[in-house]
């Protein structure tokens, strides 16, 4: 059960206008980035049809369990502080390693200008923080969760 009354509102909205799930299905809650200027940005990417996917590290998702996608799941996307802002649905995951995400991936995160250099260059730096921070390494090798959702709500 979620705990942000806004989120459980916004949920309920959600599946009273579009009838795509019920009020009980399982969905999660969560923000892009670590930052409230990125997950505000992020989240505008995604409201605007620029963004449709999003990257995580399997590791991460496997210390942190409750936060990986799942296939065909649901999630509020909310700012930093969990005002709910969106809902998507994924609609595919692939593991690979960093060196291997392509073009088509990079272009379809939607952020900076769509090209795989900088999508390397920001999760790089993003994902050797987060590595730091959580106690494992981080390398060219590390499997990626590639995440490609669709935009529900609004």
């Known amino acids: ?6 989120v459980v ?3 309920k909205d959600f599946c009273r206008s ?3 799930a019920d009020a009980d299905s399982p969905y999660q809650v969560w923000y892009f980035g670590n930052t ?6 992020l989240a505008e990417l995604v409201l605007s049809g620029k963004k449709i996917a999003t990257a995580s590290l399997l590791e991460t998702n496997k210390r942190q ?3 990986a996608p799942e296939d065909g799941g649901y999630s509020v996307v909310t700012d930093l502080v969990g005002e709910p802002l969106c809902v998507i649905q994924t ?9 291997q995400v392509d073009d088509a991936f990079a272009y379809d995160e939607g952020e900076d200008d769509q090209t ?3 999508w390397r260059k920001v999760h790089w730096d993003y994902f050797t923080r987060e590595a730091a921070e959580l106690g494992f390494s981080f ?12 935009l529900l709500y609004p």
Do not use: Q
């Open 1 to 6: 059960m979620h705990s942000n009354e806004k």
């Open 9 to 11: 509102s916004y949920w």
């Open 18 to 20: 579009t009838g795509l």
């Open 36 to 41: 409230p200027e990125m997950a505000r940005e």
């Open 65 to 67: 369990p409750e936060n």
């Open 91 to 99: 609609v595919e995951i692939s593991h690979i390693p960093f060196k």
């Open 116 to 118: 795989l250099e900088s």
């Open 139 to 150: 390398d060219e090798n590390s499997i990626v969760c590639c995440e490609r959702f669709r």
